[in-house]
Each structure stands twice: as C-alpha cells, then as structure tokens.
C-alpha cells in the first residue's frame, strides 16, 4: 500500500492515467491525494470527475479555486461569469451541463466534503498555503482541516464568489519558486525567511499546488514541495517551449514521476 499525491488534474484525464501507470498505482491498495482544481483548461472533464469519483475512498483531494466553481454549479446551479470566461470553465461547461439532476446532486454531495487543509501523518496538503497570520485572521480558531466545499462560506475563509485574492494570493509561491532557483515574479508583499519558518515549522512536509511550473517542473524548498507542472499546458496553446506536465509523488519517500 502506498499514498500517493497528484497535482492540479484540470481535466487531463489521459496524462492522469499515464502518470498513474508509470508509477504503479493500485486503485484497490492504494491512495491517491490530490492538491485540488478537478477540472478546466483541460478537454476531459467529465471524464476526471467520473474517474476520480469511481476511486471511492482511494482518492482524498482538498479543493482549490475551480472546485469551488464547479461545487457551485452542481450544488446551485451558478454559472460564475469569471469561471466560465476568464478560467477555463467555458471547456467544462460544455461537456457538464446536460448531466442529470441527479448526477450533479450526486457530484455536489460529494465536493462538499472535500475539506480546504489535510494532515496525512508528517504531510500538510493544501492547494494553496497562505501565511499562518492571515488564515487565522480570516477564520479565528477554526480547524482549517475542518473547513469544507460546503462550509468555506460560511466559515469566512472563501468571501468574494468570483475569486477571493486573500485564499490563492501567490506570497508563499513566488517565495518558494525563487528560493528553489527558479523563475518567478517577487511575491506580492515583504516575506522573509523568518516568515517562512514561522508558516513551516520543520519536522513537516507541505504540499500544494496551484501556481502551474510548466517551464521549471515542481519546486522544493525547506520541506515546501509545489506539484501543479501546468497539464492543461500545451506550446502550440499557450506558445511555450514545452508543453505542461502531471506530477504525482510518494507521499512517504518523495518519489516523483511526471508524464
């Protein structure tokens, strides 16, 4: 039995499979993490909801940003205007909208529970860490792990419906993409190594996703490791020099593979 964690799918349903048969993974034995954003940018949507949905218990994500769009389209019926136009939720739509009512309250049960932070032993899977100081003003002394796709609203920790800046700032990811070499524009505020140790005491992992390292591949800093290598990304799309990548690691040994 192995944990396995997997970054942002959105909707790349053959590079998951791939990935996932490279490294050996056994939906019977083993688990599958993910650090959230199921689906858009991508062309196989329906195709990784349905997946991932058929893995059961094997398959534990925290959500991301597109998770709460898509949760409140199956949950609502909201079509978001800033999902749909500016982030790839127009790819989705098309392949989601003529699903029954039942298959979308079944999805919608589902997402709720896919919770906003995870602890798996040593491992903290978030899809996007912000600094300690922020999270517990926005929240107080709520357990982040106990915040769900159905809760997050009610809690606090999600406010703007389009996109809440505060939750996916990009601080802690322009800090950790510098440190490991890589390139990346300087975070958005004054953040220091001693605020890094404050956010990531040592004696832990952490591990997220959202900001897409198509052009470096996953970065690792001080125990910090960003698994989001852009999929959806291809150079002829979006005139890279390479296409994007789906990276998948053993939780326990750090084992990477990337097809």
Known sequence: MA????????????????????????KDKDVLYSVGDLCDRGSQNLK????????????????????I????????????????????????????????????????????????MMEVGDNVICHNFIRRSKLVARIGNLDPCGITL????????VKDPDYDEYVFDRTIADFVRIK?????????EPYEDADFEKDFPSGKSYVMGHTPLYEDGYAVYNGVYMIDTGAFVTAKEYGTETDGRMTLMNLETKEVWET
């Not at 990784?48 to 998770?67: A, C, T, W």
């Not at 790839?88 to 919770?115: C, H, N, V």
């Not at 490991?180 to 958005?188: D, K, L, N």
Request: with cysteine; charged share 25%; net charge negative.
């Open 3 to 26: 944990d396995y964690i997997v970054g942002d799918l959105h909707g790349c349903f053959d590079k998951l499979i791939s990935v996932l048969d490279v490294a050996g993974f056994d």
């Open 180 to 188: 490991a070499g890589q390139t990346g524009s300087r975070w958005r």
């Open 150 to 157: 159905g809760n997050c609203r009610d809690s606090g920790l």
């Open 69 to 116: 769009w898509l949760y409140e389209y199956f949950a609502f019926g909201n079509e978001n205007r800033c999902w749909i136009k500016w982030n790839g939720g127009d790819a989705t739509m098309s392949e989601i909208r003529k699903l029954s009512a039942q298959d979308k309250a079944k999805y919608a049960e589902w997402m709720s529970s896919f919770p906003y």
């Open 48 to 67: 990784i909801v349905e997946f991932v949905y058929s893995l059961g218990k094997s398959f534990r994500p925290v959500f991301g940003n597109h998770d």
